[in-house]
């Protein structure tokens, strides 16, 4: 498995992977960046200064209204990497953590990458689409090391080649539960590591989907209730 930035120079053979960071107005408070020494940070065109002035050096810098919202910024990931696998990691990741008989959080990069190694290779090997981390990492939550359905967490694998989701912008504001919805409907199982997450804030700044609104929120909920209460 090899980390890639040039897809020109890598074996055929080899499974590739590149870790990719949607972020918005997000470039005075760098977290993600400094848990990976690798990472490309995606970000709109218009912002792509600021990024690099806060010392970004890795990114991806797309016309605005390509990924004006998360659901947006999200499928461009997914459609247009050239790697195997796509790792998709919040912006305001602070550290992971280690979630067994108790947590142990680390900052680490050697240690986390061989978690993202571990789980893209799983994914891969196991021929399915999506994998993400848990939600919340209490303690009295874990019942063990996977589980194959559930919210999904700040960081996400996809396998390109057997990824069934498909853009849905009625439900933009639950777009991650729609991925997870349709993985099990057309995959049967996602994956999901429980004894490996993220910590990170909830998104209360001024980047990420911070312009929804209370009734988007309500339309986007009634619209996933349309869509797959009949199952």
Known sequence: MKETKDTNNVDENELTYRVYVPSYKRSHAIHTNNLFEECTYVVRKT?????????????????????????????????????????????????????????????DKEEIISEIERIAQILYDLDLGYASTDNTSIPYGYDGEFAFKGIPGSTAWINRKNFKGKMDETVRYNFDIDIILQELLQNRITIRPRYFMSSAKIDTNSGGDSKKIRQDQIDSINNMKLKWGKY
């Open 47 to 107: 912002e792509e200064e600021l990024y690099r002035k806060a010392g970004i050096k890795n990114i991806l810098a797309v016309e605005d209204e390509k990924i004006d919202s998360n659901i947006k910024v999200y499928y461009y990931i997914i459609e247009n990497a050239k790697e195997d696998i796509a790792v998709i990691v919040d912006d305001d990741i602070q550290e992971y953590i280690y979630r067994l008989d108790n947590n142990r959080s680390t900052k």
